[in-house]
C-alpha cells in the first residue's frame, strides 16, 4: 500500500516569512494529492490538492508542487499570517478509487507574529 | 461540498461501556468511511461504511471492537466497544462524494475520554 512522510513536524516562521512542508510517497499509481489544515479542535479542511498531470498548482498565498519522478510533493504558503497557524497534513491516494487517501504524520505550524 | 453531522461531539466515558457514534449527510454518498485522530496524531483509517453489507476494516482494527452500520447512502454508525483509555480519541466520519473525485471532507468528529 501507498507510505506517505511527511516533515518537518514542526514548523515555525516569522509571520510574512514562507513556510514550506514536505512530503513523499511510496505508490508510483497514486495520482491525487491534497493537503488538508486542522485548526485546534476543528475538523480537517481541504486547502489544496494536485493530481499527477500538472507540477504545480496555486491559490493565492498557497502553492503545491509535485514531482513524480521523485515521487515528493511540497505545499508553499507565502506572506505567512498568525491565522496560519495550524496542524498541516499531506495525503496521498487515487482520485476516483475506492482505495482511501493515505495520510502523513502532519506538521505543525505556528507563525509567531 | 457535503455537510457532514456527528453526534456526539464529545463524551466521557466509563471503561468497560460501548458509545455508538452517529453521522448523518446531508446528500446521499457513495463512500463512507470512519477515523480515528490519536492526541497529536495523524488520521488513521478504521474501516469503510458500506451500504447493505458488512464494513471493510483496515489492519488493526476488528468489527467486535468497532462495529459499524451504515443503513442508507445518507447515515452511519461506529460503535467503540468494550472501551478502555487506550479508545481515547477523536472519531472522525468522512466522504467522498462523486462529484467530487478524490475529495474527502470530514465532519467536525467526536472527542471521546474514556475513564
Known amino acids: 500500500g501507498e507510505n506517505v512522510e511527511q516533515h518537518p513536524s514542526t514548523l515555525s516562521v516569522q509571520e510574512g516569512d514562507s513556510a514550506v512542508i514536505k512530503c513523499t510517497y511510496s505508490?508510483?499509481?497514486?495520482?491525487?494529492f491534497p493537503w488538508y489544515k486542522q485548526e485546534l479542535g476543528k475538523r480537517p479542511q481541504l486547502i489544496i490538492d494536485i493530481r499527477s498531470n500538472v507540477g504545480e498548482k496555486k491559490d493565492q498565498r498557497i502553492a503545491v508542487t509535485l514531482n513524480k519522478t521523485a515521487k515528493h510533493f511540497s505545499l508553499h504558503i507565502t506572506e505567512t499570517q498568525p491565522e496560519d497557524s495550524a496542524v498541516y497534513f499531506c495525503a496521498g491516494g487515487i482520485s476516483g478509487s475506492a482505495r482511501q487517501l493515505t495520510f502523513g504524520s502532519g506538521t505543525q505550524l505556528t507563525v509567531l507574529p | 461540498s457535503a455537510v457532514i453531522s456527528q453526534k456526539p461531539s464529545r463524551d466521557i466515558c466509563q471503561r468497560g461501556t460501548s458509545l455508538t457514534i452517529q453521522c448523518q449527510v446531508d446528500s446521499q454518498v457513495t463512500m463512507m468511511f470512519w477515523y480515528r485522530q490519536q492526541p497529536g496524531q495523524s488520521l488513521t483509517l478504521i474501516a469503510t461504511a458500506n451500504q447493505g453489507s458488512e464494513a471493510t476494516y483496515e489492519s488493526g482494527f476488528v468489527i467486535d471492537k468497532f462495529p459499524i452500520s451504515r443503513p442508507n447512502l445518507t447515515f452511519s454508525t461506529l460503535t467503540v466497544s468494550n472501551m478502555s483509555p487506550e479508545d481515547s480519541s477523536i472519531y472522525l466520519c468522512?466522504?467522498?462524494?462523486?462529484?467530487?473525485?478524490?475529495?474527502?471532507?470530514f465532519g467536525e468528529g467526536s472527542r471521546l475520554t474514556v475513564l
Open positions: 505508490d508510483s499509481a497514486s495520482n491525487y
Open positions: 468522512s466522504v467522498k462524494p462523486s462529484a467530487y473525485p478524490g475529495e474527502l471532507f
